[in-house]
């Protein structure tokens, strides 16, 4: 059994559905999702937004900032399944230990990881809840990186993706204080006009006068949203014909 990497610790949150814990060099630490439930959050922030979008016919290409434990991946593939409908995405995440082990998990090899149980409680929660098979959506999560439609990448790095469009981007980076360069006006707004498509729809738990701000001069619709578990507000942006 792999140990979990010093500077991550797992953390369940209220309802039990698990979170993780980074602290960086020593002194920074990030809970990656809100205390009172993980699940409930991304499903809130993240899952409710891909739905949108299918809704609004939008074929879904998916921007995900921040693999983490991989909510946002395993919720779009079970809407993928109970909407019928195929979804790509591309996922960037800094830690090599995350990636692996995602990876591993999804292709079901025997190696160990202390995040597989994570996993496992992601999935069957997010099927219990979309009520779709179990034994399809890890299907499609296993064969979906063979098939490109799930694509992970390490660092997030504008040069990765040169000028890739997506229509559905999940803004997940660390807060102001852990990755500050995620939240400037200057990377948001080469971020916006090199990566989102002319219809889009973007999501983020956060909810800062900056990005407002540069969503607008991005031609976006922006809703300010309720937060999760009493923050005051999170932010959905809309822009072109889905709004
Ligand atoms: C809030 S967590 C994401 C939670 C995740 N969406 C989930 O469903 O569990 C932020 C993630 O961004 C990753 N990260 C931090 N800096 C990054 C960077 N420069 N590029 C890509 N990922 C980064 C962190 O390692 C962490 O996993």
């Not at 040169?162 to 500050?180: L, Q, R, T, W």
């Amino acid at each position: 059994m792999l140990s979990l990497p010093q500077h991550m610790k797992l953390v369940p949150t209220a309802d039990k559905s698990p979170s993780l814990e980074i602290t960086y060099s020593g002194e920074v630490s990030e809970l990656m999702h809100h205390s009172h439930g993980a699940f409930p959050e991304s499903v809130y922030i993240y899952g409710e937004t891909l739905a949108l979008a299918i809704q609004h016919n939008i074929q879904p290409h998916i921007l995900s900032i921040g693999l983490g434990l991989a909510y946002n991946e395993i919720l779009s593939f079970c809407i993928s399944e109970k909407m019928n409908i195929d979804i790509s995405m591309t996922t960037f995440e800094s830690e090599p230990f995350l990636r692996d082990s995602f990876f591993q998990w999804t292709q079901g090899h025997s190696e160990n990881s202390p995040l597989y149980s994570s996993y496992d409680t992601i999935l069957k929660m997010a099927t219990d809840y979309y009520q779709v098979s179990i034994s399809s959506v890890r299907e499609q999560l296993k064969s979906a990186f063979g098939s490109k439609q799930l694509v992970m990448k390490n660092e997030f790095q504008f040069e990765a993706i040169k000028n890739e469009k997506f229509s559905v981007i999940f803004y997940d980076p660390f807060s102001n204080k852990a990755s500050p360069d995620f939240w400037t006006e200057s990377f948001l707004s080469s971020f916006l006009s090199h990566h989102a498509d002319l219809s889009c729809i973007f999501s983020t738990y956060a909810a800062t006068g900056i990005l407002k701000r540069t969503l607008k001069a991005n031609k976006f619709e922006v809703e300010l949203r309720n937060g999760f578990g009493g923050k005051r507000h999170s932010t959905r942006a809309i822009r072109s014909s889905i709004s």
